[in-house]
């Protein structure tokens, strides 16, 4: 016989077993077509499953519980054009299998598809189509909420200005916005006052900006493609970014802005077809790499400073105009491994796959037609020729540059042939 439990312990005991007795099982209520959502909610207790079959809803949700609401078959919740869709207000909510449309219009009321309350942390919302609502999906002052593989499209008849956001991400931490189609929305993905998030897998088109993306810190953009739309990844106001494989082509303006960033690293992406590949703008202190930027107007756009930046093993090819810098004073890149450059003149003659010769990617021919546009007229006269090679002898001529000492000879994208005919559609 093992020895008597003291009357503390069986107490203890007793109160435990009474505890797990009484702990009802999560209920799952089931509501078809002519039932009321609202109503199951309603009578849902927290961590119960309302499971919705095929079919067409109308009305406004509010959850206020936790809970999770499951579409079988893809129903249908409609709005009817007023307010938001579903509202939010409790954590750890879930909501997937379902097409949400038809929010209000109301940009000053945020009207939104599924709208997220601060204070609801770890939402979800997964294999969601969110159709025709002002904002797809609104996160805000939360706790790692997630977004994932949902297809959104905004009010495409509204002017672009009258739209919201396809997911909008506002004073959060821990995010994660993952494998979503958003187009035809203002923005894609507009992020701001944010910590701690992941953008990954997310194809974002036919929009304003891909991304808008500001003031959000020690985050992860990797794998997205972001593509015809105005402009691609746009990236302003942060520190401490990897930005990683994703790609950014056919966009009117920028496949990348890089805007008052600093301590961050872009590797891998590929930037095509753009009006400018990179625009850079008051960056510093960033590693820039591996970056294929390929048959843009401008390959890079680099101005405000941007001089402190470690720019190496990149590939440039068939840019109209590989770099566009305006400047009082040289910038070096390739300092470790130098980057390709398909318009290189010089020469490797000690066969160490980099240039005897540096690059300079302006002179000041390239110069007078900034700040002279009306001058491209005249770029292949004689007298222009003539000019730029006199520039090159006499150095008092010479135009500040971006300058690479000892170039690659050979790129290290060997695919970079398949991005030849992705552009944007006004060129």
């Given at each position: 016989m093992?020895?008597?439990l003291?009357?503390?312990r069986?107490?203890?005991a007793l109160?435990?077993?009474?505890?797990?007795a009484g702990?009802?099982?999560a209920?799952?209520?089931?509501?078809?077509?002519?039932?009321?959502?609202g109503?199951?909610?309603?009578?849902?207790?927290?961590?119960?499953?309302v499971r919705?079959a095929?079919?067409?809803?109308?009305?406004?949700l509010?959850i206020?519980?936790?809970?999770t609401?499951?579409?079988?078959?893809?129903?249908?919740l409609?709005?009817?054009?007023?307010g938001?869709?579903i509202?939010?207000?409790?954590?750890d909510?879930s909501v997937?299998?379902f097409?949400?449309?038809?929010s209000?219009s109301d940009?000053?009321a945020q009207?939104?598809?599924?709208?997220?309350e601060?204070?609801?942390?770890?939402a979800?919302?997964?294999?969601?189509?969110l159709v025709?609502n002002?904002?797809?999906?609104w996160?805000?002052g939360?706790k790692?909420g997630?977004?994932?593989?949902?297809?959104i499209?905004g009010?495409?008849?509204?002017?672009s200005?009258?739209r919201g956001?396809?997911?909008?991400?506002?004073?959060t931490s821990?995010?994660q916005i993952l494998?979503n189609?958003i187009?035809?929305a203002r923005?894609?993905?507009?992020?701001?006052v944010?910590?701690h998030?992941l953008?990954?897998g997310?194809?974002?088109h036919?929009?304003?900006?891909?991304?808008?993306?500001?003031?959000t810190?020690h985050s992860v953009?990797?794998?997205?493609e972001?593509?015809?739309n105005?402009?691609?990844?746009?990236?302003?106001?942060v520190?401490?970014?990897t930005?990683?494989n994703?790609?950014?082509?056919?966009?009117?303006?920028h496949?990348?802005?890089l805007?008052?960033i600093?301590d961050?690293v872009?590797?891998?992406?590929?930037v095509?077809?753009n009006?400018?590949g990179?625009?850079?703008?008051?960056a510093?202190?960033?590693?820039v790499r591996?970056?294929l930027?390929?048959n843009n107007?401008?390959?890079?756009h680099?101005?405000a400073g941007?001089?402190?930046?470690?720019?190496?093993g990149?590939?440039?090819?068939g840019n109209?105009?590989?770099?566009?810098?305006v400047?009082?004073r040289d910038?070096?890149w390739?300092?470790?491994?130098g980057n390709?450059?398909?318009?290189?003149?010089g020469w490797?003659?000690?066969?160490d796959g980099?240039?005897?010769?540096?690059y300079?990617?302006?002179d000041?021919v390239?110069?007078l037609?900034?700040?002279?546009?009306?001058?491209?007229l005249l770029?292949?006269?004689?007298?222009?020729q003539?000019l730029?090679?006199?520039?090159r002898?006499?150095?008092?001529?010479r135009a500040?540059?971006?300058?690479?000492?000892?170039?690659?000879m050979?790129p290290?994208?060997?695919?970079?042939k398949?991005w030849?005919d992705k552009r944007s559609?006004?060129k």
């Amino acid at each position: 016989m093992g020895p008597a439990l003291s009357p503390r312990r069986c107490g203890a005991a007793l109160a435990a077993w009474l505890c797990l007795a009484g702990a009802a099982p999560a209920a799952v209520l089931l509501v078809k077509p002519g039932e009321s959502i609202g109503a199951a909610i309603q009578a849902a207790q927290a961590g119960d499953t309302v499971r919705v079959a095929r079919g067409v809803y109308s009305g406004r949700l509010v959850i206020d519980k936790p809970l999770t609401l499951e579409g079988v078959g893809r129903p249908t919740l409609t709005g009817q054009g007023e307010g938001d869709v579903i509202r939010v207000r409790a954590a750890d909510v879930s909501v997937s299998g379902f097409t949400i449309r038809d929010s209000g219009s109301d940009l000053g009321a945020q009207n939104a598809g599924v709208y997220f309350e601060p204070g609801a942390d770890r939402a979800l919302v997964r294999d969601c189509a969110l159709v025709y609502n002002l904002f797809g999906v609104w996160l805000e002052g939360l706790k790692d909420g997630r977004v994932i593989g949902n297809h959104i499209t905004g009010k495409r008849d509204l002017q672009s200005a009258a739209r919201g956001n396809g997911i909008q991400v506002f004073n959060t931490s821990g995010a994660q916005i993952l494998d979503n189609d958003i187009s035809f929305a203002r923005d894609g993905i507009y992020v701001d006052v944010s910590k701690h998030a992941l953008f990954r897998g997310n194809k974002i088109h036919h929009l304003r900006y891909g991304t808008h993306y500001m003031n959000t810190d020690h985050s992860v953009w990797e794998n997205n493609e972001s593509f015809l739309n105005r402009g691609g990844l746009a990236l302003m106001e942060v520190r401490n970014l990897t930005v990683r494989n994703n790609q950014a082509w056919g966009n009117s303006d920028h496949g990348i802005m890089l805007r008052t960033i600093q301590d961050s690293v872009i590797e891998n992406n590929v930037v095509a077809g753009n009006g400018r590949g990179f625009f850079i703008y008051d960056a510093e202190y960033n590693v820039v790499r591996r970056n294929l930027v390929i048959n843009n107007r401008v390959g890079v756009h680099l101005t405000a400073g941007s001089g402190n930046n470690q720019v190496d093993g990149n590939d440039f090819v068939g840019n109209r105009e590989q770099i566009k810098y305006v400047a009082a004073r040289d910038v070096e890149w390739g300092r470790s491994e130098g980057n390709y450059w398909s318009n290189y003149g010089g020469w490797d003659q000690d066969g160490d796959g980099r240039g005897d010769v540096a690059y300079e990617a302006n002179d000041v021919v390239d110069r007078l037609h900034w700040q002279y546009p009306l001058i491209k007229l005249l770029l292949s006269s004689p007298s222009v020729q003539s000019l730029r090679f006199v520039a090159r002898q006499f150095p008092l001529l010479r135009a500040p540059s971006i300058v690479d000492k000892h170039p690659r000879m050979r790129p290290i994208y060997t695919d970079w042939k398949r991005w030849n005919d992705k552009r944007s559609n006004d060129k």
